[in-house]
Structures are given as C-alpha cells and as structure tokens.
C-alpha cells in the first residue's frame, strides 16, 4: 500500500527481524522512506535498517539502565540524518525521570528528557541533537514543503 501511495513506512518489529527485513527487501526502491519505529535491536540489525535506508526512532527504551544497556553502544552509529526521537506513549516511560509520574504513562512532554539521554550518549550537545533530529523529521514528514502555491512557515537558520 505504502509503494501504491507513495507514502513512507512507519514500522516497530518484536521478535521477527530476519522476517522484517526479507519484507523489506522485497520492496527496496520502491519505498519512498521509512523509521524503525522504537529500535530496541543490536548493531547488525541496526546496520541492516541503515543498508534498507530505514531512519531510526528511538524511545525512553535508551534510558533503562538494564534493558536499553545495549542501545549506548549502537545509539552513536546511526547518522544524524536518520535519528528519530520518538514517545512510545502510553508506553516506555523513560525509567530515569525523577520525579517519577504516579501514573507511569509516558506521554510526549518526555521527549525532551530522551533528547538529552541521546545527546548524552551520542557526546554532542542537546541543542545540537535537536536541530539535527527534527531536521530529519521535517525532511522525512515531508513537512518543508507548505502548502502548494504557500512557502513553509519552518526556519531552520
């Protein structure tokens, strides 16, 4: 459908990467973009999205010292042009916010705090990580591009 639409992909895999990629591939070329929708994966998967072309989202999943130990490694591997910083809300709540919210719901206003935990771990500045990360949003959205016959009300000077 994304192929016939001319839309990118937005895509989370859990527990079927060899699967994930083998569609994939099936249709390389023929996507116009896509994000690995809250990576949780290893290096060679993370390669793997790269070679497809895929962008990277990831979530407060970094912020858990004990199951997003992994990410600290392959965070700093993915090109700023192809970084998403992404809410998985209601779910994945940055472990490491304090103080912690009663409810445990993550919800969007968090996405400043797994900002700064990329940018930490990728050893460049917050402000930095952010004009790179929406940069790659804007292009991937597609959202430069106003209106037709309207310039984009967006300024990234």
Known sequence: MAVEAGKP???????????FVAILREFEGQLCGGVAHCFTGDAAQLEDY???GLSIGITGWVCDERRGAHLREVVPRIP??????ETDAPYLLPRDLEPMPKSRR???KYLVHVARA??????ESYETLAASTTRAAVQFFRLDRGSPGQPSSL???
Request: charged content about 20%; glycine content about 0%; overall charge negative.
């Open 9 to 19: 992909v937005f895509l989370h895999q859990r527990d079927a990467h060899a699967d």
């Open 50 to 52: 790269l070679a497809l």
């Open 80 to 85: 700023a042009e192809r970084l998403m910083v």
């Open 106 to 108: 993550n919800e969007p």
């Open 118 to 123: 990329v940018a930490a771990i990728r050893q």
């Open 155 to 157: 300024n990234y000077s």
